[in-house]
């Protein structure tokens, strides 16, 4: 989303710069690490890697563009993601074969919107967004029932 953002306001070069450091820290982490510690290592370094670009995207974008993000709409949000983390966390040992992988994925989904909702983090205005969307789009039964929903749980 942050790429999209940079792209909007004419700054592609900005986002090109930051996956290019994202490469080359890629291979500097991801290297040694599936060295010493195999597939985990390599698993390790490539979420350094993505948590690295997803920061600089957010902060140049955030920069860049003079978003004005309220804090507690920004933690609300990290709440989420915190809540939807530690559920990944601990059902990892659980996720042994792929059933169960999707499984644990399909959990954390829910979580994670169920954290949203609890948290009060989706807005009015992010279910105006959707109605237009679902308009632009021919409208689908369940995206309207989504939004209904959204509509009467929103801040």
Same mark, same amino acid.
């Given at each position: 989303m942050c790429g999209v953002v940079l792209y909007g306001i004419g700054k592609p070069g900005v986002r090109t710069k930051i996956y290019l450091g994202g490469v080359l820290f890629a291979v500097a982490t991801i290297t040694p690490l599936a060295y010493l510690y195999g597939i985990n290592g390599a698993a390790a370094g490539f979420l350094a890697t993505v948590a *690295? #670009?997803?920061? /600089? =995207?957010?902060?140049?974008a955030k920069r860049l563009a003079r #978003? +004005? /993000?309220? =804090?507690?709409?920004f933690l609300r949000i990290? *709440?989420?993601?915190?809540?939807?983390f530690v559920l990944l966390l601990s /059902?990892?040992?659980?996720?042994t074969s792929v059933p169960?992988? *999707? /499984?644990?994925g399909g959990a954390g989904i *829910?979580?994670?919107a169920a954290s949203l909702l609890l948290f009060r983090a989706i807005g009015k205005a992010d279910v105006q967004v959707l109605?237009? #969307? =679902? +308009?632009? #789009?021919g409208e689908p039964s369940v995206l309207k029932k989504v939004i209904r929903f959204l509509g009467r749980h929103s801040r």
């Amino acid at each position: 989303m942050c790429g999209v953002v940079l792209y909007g306001i004419g700054k592609p070069g900005v986002r090109t710069k930051i996956y290019l450091g994202g490469v080359l820290f890629a291979v500097a982490t991801i290297t040694p690490l599936a060295y010493l510690y195999g597939i985990n290592g390599a698993a390790a370094g490539f979420l350094a890697t993505v948590a *690295l #670009i997803a920061v /600089l =995207s957010a902060f140049f974008a955030k920069r860049l563009a003079r #978003i +004005k /993000l309220g =804090s507690p709409a920004f933690l609300r949000i990290v *709440l989420a993601n915190v809540v939807m983390f530690v559920l990944l966390l601990s /059902l990892r040992p659980f996720a042994t074969s792929v059933p169960h992988v *999707l /499984l644990v994925g399909g959990a954390g989904i *829910l979580v994670y919107a169920a954290s949203l909702l609890l948290f009060r983090a989706i807005g009015k205005a992010d279910v105006q967004v959707l109605r237009q #969307i =679902s +308009k632009d #789009i021919g409208e689908p039964s369940v995206l309207k029932k989504v939004i209904r929903f959204l509509g009467r749980h929103s801040r």
